[in-house]
């Protein structure tokens, strides 16, 4: 099992930036791939960034590309989403999600990870 708690979540005006983190405690050996996903009031969740387990790779969704940065302290077990450029369409519930061996892009689907946190709440304001 695999326990996974986010954090860093705020409210921030618009071109601020925020630091969400990922932190995972339980049987977390390596070989995880760990996922950011955000759900905005009554839309589906979806695809922010990807650590892949390999530790070779990292991927964005289009919509936060040069925006955002996903990166790892493995010493830490924690993942780290930095968020920069803010815009007020960033808003919603922001969710990290481990599961192991899964590559790209199946990292992309929501549905391939079995291990959840709460979320966090990031709200953006114009």
């Known amino acids: 099992q695999v326990q996974v708690a986010e954090s860093g979540g705020g409210l921030v005006q618009a071109g601020g930036s925020l630091r969400l983190s990922c932190a995972a405690s339980?049987?977390?050996?390596?070989?995880?791939?760990v996922g950011w996903f955000r759900q905005a009031p009554g839309k589906e969740r979806e695809f922010v960034a990807t650590?892949?387990?390999?530790?070779?790779?990292?991927y964005v969704a289009d919509s936060v590309k040069g925006r955002f940065t996903i990166s790892r302290d493995n010493a830490k077990n924690t993942v780290y989403l930095q968020m920069n450029s803010l815009k007020p369409e960033d808003t919603g519930v922001y969710y990290c999600?481990?599961?192991?061996?899964?590559?790209?892009?199946?990292?992309?689907?929501?549905?391939?990870?079995?291990?959840w946190g709460q979320g966090t709440q990031v709200t953006v304001s114009s």
């Open positions: 999600a481990y599961d192991r061996l899964l590559g790209w892009p199946m990292a992309a689907d929501p549905l391939k990870y079995d291990y």
């Open positions: 339980g049987r977390t050996r390596s070989g995880y791939t």
């Open positions: 650590d892949i387990w390999t530790g070779a790779s990292t």
